[in-house]
């Protein structure tokens, strides 16, 4: 039964290799009569361009063209077209010229030609024709004299060319070869791949021009066939192999030998198997060593951690629906700009960066006893069931070790990775979700929500680990690690707010010196922007941007505590001038000034962006007329800086077409002023648009009022029933 299996086997690939070799081998002749078609089609109609030029100079001539000059325009005409044999002109079925000399006669097949081309009044292909030499293809051209008032255009004569056969062939790829009969047509190749060729169209009337070349039983073969077209008709031409078409594969010996071999090698392990219990013994183990093996694969995806979290010895024991409710801390882990990094990469190099860096981060979190649950995509999800010094001592050396491996990717030109890392503690739910076909081990709950929102804010605060006060308060000694808080917040999908913190101990050595150093102002900051004491805590927090420059914390919440300020303070309104004249600078400047209003001055667009730099005006008169940059750019600009897009602006311009204001108000601006502007609409206008905008950041101000008050509220509504 085995044998007969191994020559089953063995038959259906015989089958298949020579169906495959078929059609290679049809493919090879189709390709061969497809190059022999477009040569002959260029041959043919590169000797019709130059029976046209012929034709043309005879038109030019008025015809009367003696002997001579007929032989040395051909002369000169035919320098590189040594394969035509003969031209010939008549004028009323009489051979007037001939190149060469002497005149021959008319043939018969040559009169009746001439007929044939004088009917069509068109170009003719005839052919082949033989004479007692060798024989020809013939391009049969009318000429026709030129139309004059009286009469319209006729043909005048007619102009042949005689091209020899084996020229013609030759240069479309088939030959002749010695010892065979005329009416086969070769390919010059090997004997084994030779092909045989068979032209079908006299005088290119297609299949009824009968065979002309070749054998007539060629199509009794299935050959190829293609359709070579002519200026006064078709050929068709058609080819294959000259042994004919293969009926078995080159490989079909070796696959019968390889199969009978097999087959004989099968069954005698048959018969091995039934008939010596030491080698049935021997294959039962090797079975079992195949089993071990796929339960450990089995692990590798379904890891034995987590079963035995699920109290199961073996995933053969899990059921849907099976879970556990623990108490655990949750980490994740992702590259920060992966976006950008895969665009850099292909599709492999993709994977394989990914897959070096988790090859990277998996025997550290196996080291601190992690569990890790999936992967999605760039992003490890991991499990610590022991404690949260565990976690917090995982991400402080993944974070190390990723150090020392973007050396390694520098120094082969591939882009550093950077990750950022949440931790959160607290009870959650693992279990086998899915359906009867496809299951998965997973876990759910409020604790893995909050750590995947911390991992996001990694990029809020530009650090790269955060932890929660759920995690902060379980670890065993917190001044072991270098540690601060840097907010409290409230994450997206949740409704109470969660203390964050920073752990740099796995920062650059400079870097985590210099936040080690500034740590009890940056906690003093933190302590008075907590209590809403703005001030105190902007000069706390730029004490600690000022000995360290690169703490992302510190400079975010020196932009947040100006802004504040800047929302809750009175402050002299403050006007911006951008103008190209200084005259109007002038005016401007005088006017403003003297109504209570502090005035910047800028001559032009890269002026006023230089000056929005240091200064922030409470509104802005932008001049549209400017070299070099325009308003609307500027506009533009401003506009798109969020720390100046607030700020509204007024253009000031003589352009009083609907469509510049359209075009002003797209780039952003909230008003026009006509030039010359009058100092009454001025005033009036920079007031009316001054007092939107202050109304605008008081209630922005008292909508951060009252969301810090708010927040307070929760705070102390929350202490009252803990006291409770």
């Known amino acids: 039964m085995t044998a007969m299996s191994i020559l089953f086997v063995t038959w259906i690939f015989d089958v298949a290799e020579r169906d495959r070799y078929q059609q290679h081998v049809r493919t090879r002749v189709t390709e061969s009569l497809t190059s022999i078609r477009l040569r002959l089609e260029q041959s043919i109609h590169q000797r019709l361009s130059l029976a046209q030029a012929i034709a043309s100079y005879f038109n030019v001539m008025d015809y009367q063209v003696s002997a001579d000059e007929f032989k040395q325009f051909i002369d000169h005409l035919l320098t590189k077209e040594n394969e035509v044999s003969q031209i010939r002109l008549y004028r009323d079925q009489r051979i007037t010229h001939a ?28 052919g082949p024709t ?132 097999l087959a004989l090698f099968g069954a005698l392990l048959v018969f091995t198997l039934f008939n010596a ?184 605060y530009g650090v790269p680990l955060l932890i929660t006060e759920h995690t902060y308060q379980r670890l065993q000694d917190p001044s072991q690690y270098r540690i601060r808080m840097v907010d409290r917040v409230t994450v997206k999908g949740k409704s109470t707010e969660v203390t964050v913190y920073e752990v740099y101990d796995a920062d650059p050595s400079e870097l985590k010196l210099l936040k080690q150093k500034t740590q009890h102002i940056f906690d003093q900051a933190m302590s008075c922007f907590q209590r809403e004491e703005f001030p105190q805590a902007l000069y706390f927090f730029e004490q600690v941007v000022t000995t360290n420059p690169e703490d992302t914390v510190a400079n975010i919440y020196v932009q947040e505590t100006r802004k504040i300020l800047s929302l809750t303070q009175q402050q002299t309104p403050m006007v911006l001038v951008v103008d190209d004249v200084d005259i109007n600078l002038t005016v401007m400047y005088e006017m403003l000034s003297h109504n209570g209003f502090e005035v910047l001055i800028a001559d032009s667009g890269e002026g006023a962006l230089e000056t929005l730099n240091y200064a922030q005006p409470h509104i802005i008169l932008l001049d549209v007329m400017m070299p070099n940059m325009d308003g609307f750019e500027v506009c533009r600009r401003i506009k798109a800086d969020p720390k100046t897009a607030h700020i509204p602006i007024i253009f000031t311009t003589a352009l009083s077409e609907v469509e510049n204001k359209l075009k002003g108000f797209k780039a952003g601006a909230v008003d026009y002023i006509t030039k010359p502007f009058q100092s009454e609409e001025v005033l009036a206008r920079v007031r009316s648009h001054l007092t939107i905008y202050q109304l605008q950041q008081r209630l922005l101000a008292t909508d951060n009022e009252l969301h810090v008050q708010n927040q307070a509220l929760k705070k102390r509504i929350a202490m009252l029933a803990k006291s409770v």
Not at 99 to 126: F, G, K
Request: charged letters at 15%; glycine letters at 8%.
């Open 99 to 126: 190149y060469p000399l002497p005149l021959p006669e008319l043939s018969r097949s040559e009169t009746d030609t001439i007929e044939q081309a004088l009917q069509q009044q068109a170009l003719w292909v005839a």
């Open 130 to 261: 033989e004479d007692e030499r060798q024989a020809h293809f013939i391009l049969f051209l009318p000429i026709f004299s030129p139309p004059t008032a009286d009469r319209p255009a006729q043909i005048w004569g007619m102009l042949s060319m005689f091209i020899p056969r084996q020229h013609l062939l030759s240069e479309a790829g088939i030959e002749i070869l010695a010892g065979h009969p005329l009416s086969e047509l070769y390919s010059p190749s090997t004997h084994a791949n030779k092909l045989v060729y068979t032209l079908v169209g006299r005088h290119g009337q297609g299949p009824a021009g009968g065979v002309f070349f070749g054998r007539p039983d060629l199509f009794l073969k299935a050959p190829i066939v293609l359709t070579v077209t002519l200026p006064s008709g078709t050929w068709r031409l058609a080819g294959l192999p000259a042994q004919g078409w293969p009926h078995a594969a080159p490989v079909s010996l070796w696959l019968w030998a390889i199969g009978l071999t």
């Open 277 to 460: 219990p030491r080698q049935l013994r021997y294959a039962i183990k090797q079975a079992t060593q195949k089993i071990v093996e796929l339960n450990n694969a089995y692990e590798r995806f379904v890891p034995n951690g987590f079963l035995n979290l699920l109290g199961k010895e073996s995933v053969l024991t899990t059921s849907l629906g099976d879970q556990t409710e623990r108490e655990m801390t949750v980490l994740f882990s992702d590259i920060r700009g992966f976006t950008s990094i895969s665009e850099q990469l292909s599709t492999r190099e993709n994977f394989d960066y990914v897959n070096h860096y988790l090859g990277q981060m998996e025997p550290i979190i196996v080291k601190h006893q992690g569990l890790i649950d999936k992967y999605i995509g760039d992003a490890i999800m991991v499990l610590f069931p022991t404690n949260a010094d565990d976690a917090l001592s995982c991400a402080v050396d993944m974070l190390k070790a990723l150090e020392q491996y973007n050396i390694l990717l520098t120094a082969i030109a591939y882009p550093s990775i950077h990750v950022g890392i949440g931790l959160n503690s607290g009870s959650l739910m693992l279990g086998i979700i899915g359906g009867q076909t496809r299951m998965d081990s997973t876990v759910i709950g409020d604790t893995v929500n909050l750590s995947a929102r911390i991992e996001a804010l990694t990029k809020t």
